[in-house]
């Protein structure tokens, strides 16, 4: 069975550090990118990051850039995102997905692109508050 | 960035209607674009992939339409289970994002 089961999610204080994890289990997981994905309470999905299948590249939403680093350990089929400086807007449920390929240049357009997110797990529910 | 306009962002239907969702772009992204279903407490599901690929085992009364910058999701016989919210994703580009979701309720 394919499965994503996230954890490290705790009540952390504003300016505050985490490390979240996902481990994958029933893909070959070094086949795929892998993203990080959040929602508010109440709210929306917000993308958070995405790293390329070996590591090698890594993307960030504007609102985490120069707080959150995302990193993979394949020997270990895991999924990280470390969280730094947080804020009380970085509350959430985290979500890390699989995506059904990896990332791919888009010639005419200069730019690059994914496949979409075909496994989600649970999440885990971060909260930063004092 | 690729701004993303979502509508509508509530729906009231009934079971057996056909409904339709827009998710409009800032700039085309030619067909890259899937669209999720979240039941509450839920994690999202994929139901469609280059804008119009059905995800396996989605029921094909779900369809998805668009290329460029209007893309369209359409519902054509709404089942009980089909109460949920649906968000659009953009994947052509860094950033990536979502809609701000369209909640599907009972009328």
């Known amino acids: 069975e394919v499965q994503l089961v996230e954890s490290g999610g705790v009540v952390v204080q504003p300016g505050g550090s985490l490390r979240l994890s996902c481990a994958a289990s029933?893909?070959?997981?070094?086949?795929?990118?892998m993203h990080w994905v959040r929602q508010a309470p109440g709210k929306g999905l917000e993308w958070v990051s995405l790293?390329?299948?070996?590591?090698?590249?890594?993307y960030y939403a504007d609102s985490v850039k120069g707080r959150f680093t995302i990193s993979r350990d394949n020997s270990k089929n895991s999924l990280y995102l470390q969280m730094n400086s947080l804020r009380a807007e970085d509350t959430a449920l985290y979500y890390c997905?699989?995506?059904?390929?990896?990332?791919?240049?888009?010639?005419?357009?200069?730019?690059?692109?994914?496949?979409?997110?075909?496994?989600w797990g649970q999440g885990t529910t971060v909260t930063v508050s004092s | 960035v690729i701004w993303m306009t979502q509508s509508p962002s509530l729906l009231s239907a009934s079971t057996g209607d056909r409904v339709t969702i827009s998710c409009r772009m800032s700039?085309?992204?030619?067909?890259?674009l899937a669209w999720y279903q979240q039941k509450p407490g839920k994690a999202p599901e994929l139901l469609i992939y280059?804008?119009?690929t059905l995800q396996s085992g989605v029921p094909s009364r779900f369809s998805g339409s668009g290329s460029g910058t209007d893309f369209t999701l359409t519902i054509s016989c709404l089942q009980s289970e089909d109460f949920a919210t649906y968000y659009c994703?953009?994947?052509?580009?860094?950033?990536?994002?979502f809609g701000g979701g369209t909640k599907v309720e009972i009328k």
């Open positions: 790293i390329s299948w070996d590591g090698g590249s890594t």
């Open positions: 997905a699989k995506d059904m390929g990896d990332i791919v240049v888009v010639p005419a357009a200069n730019t690059h692109r994914t496949y979409g997110m075909d496994v």
């Open positions: 280059a804008a119009s």
């Open positions: 029933g893909f070959t997981f070094d086949d795929y990118a």
């Open positions: 994703q953009q994947y052509y580009s860094f950033p990536q994002g």
């Open positions: 700039q085309g992204i030619s067909s890259y």
